[in-house]
T-cell receptor, first 117, second 114 residues
Framework: GAVVSQHPSRVICKSGTSVKIECRSL??????MFWYRQFPKQSLMLMAT?????????EQGVEKDKFLINHASLTLSTLTVTSAHPEDSSFYIC?????????????FGSGTRLTVV | QKEVEQNSGPLSVPEGAIASLNCTYS??????FFWYRQYSGKSPELIMF????GDKEDGRFTAQLNKASQYVSLLIRDSQPSDSATYLC??????????????FGKGTKLSVKP
């Protein structure tokens, strides 16, 4: 089946630094990539939607200048957390539509556990 | 606002019993419904999807959909301790054309006791 490769799986960074998270679709083209954030014991929250070749769409309350999304190709989308702070510590997960029809559901990356110290 | 509601649990069942997980959704026009399983510290994995009213069975799992009641459920037969996880209900909201979004419930935590 379709696979989305996400890395790093874990990262610890100092406050004020930037962290880049990559998601690659393997053996399929992901024209769209969704980025979620999940705090402990809470549900997935959609942060933004990236589309290859165009600007990302951010959900209300998500700072686009802080969470930079780039969808450079049909197989790669990146999320950069800039000037990270401890409150940005969370589990970040990407996902892409599994088939050409989006209603077939999404394939998730394995997630990135970000800890900002 | 389009919503997907689940009982957060925890739902505790003994090993071998049937676990019943429920979900309601607000958008009557929704067409696609999914159940994901998420182990602690891991990303969600798709268990089942269902589009039509009625039951859909896959091994020990049965998804049930009632569009009139805007209700979807997941039954797990012969529950095993390895089924202990959070189960996320997701509903695809179609915005038209090729646009849409998968809306997740907050998940129900299932605990299967040996």
């Amino acid at each position: 089946g379709a696979v989305v490769s996400q890395h790093p799986s874990r990262v610890i960074c100092k406050s004020g630094t930037s962290v880049k998270i990559e998601c690659r679709s393997l053996d399929f083209q992901a024209t769209t990539m969704f980025w979620y954030r999940q705090f402990p014991k809470q549900s997935l929250m959609l942060m933004a939607t990236s589309n290859e070749g165009s600007k990302a769409t951010y959900e209300q309350g998500v700072e686009k200048d802080k969470f930079l999304i780039n969808h450079a190709s049909l197989t790669l989308s990146t999320l950069t957390v800039t000037s990270a702070h401890p409150e940005d510590s969370s589990f970040y997960i990407c996902s892409a539509p599994q088939y050409t029809q989006p209603s077939y559901g999404y394939t998730f990356g394995s997630g990135t556990r970000l800890t900002v110290v | 606002q389009k919503e997907v509601e689940q009982n957060s649990g925890p739902l505790s069942v003994p090993e071998g019993a049937i676990a019943s997980l429920n979900c309601t959704y607000s958008d009557r026009g929704s067409q696609s419904f999914f159940w994901y399983r998420q182990y602690s510290g891991k990303s969600p994995e798709l268990i089942m999807f269902i589009y039509s009213n009625g039951d859909k069975e896959d091994g020990r799992f049965t998804a049930q959909l009632n569009k009139a009641s805007q209700y979807v459920s997941l039954l797990i037969r012969d529950s095993q301790p390895s089924d202990s996880a959070t189960y996320l209900c997701a509903v695809f909201m179609d915005y038209g054309g090729s646009q849409g979004n998968l809306i997740f419930g907050k998940g129900t935590k299932l605990s299967v006791k040996p």
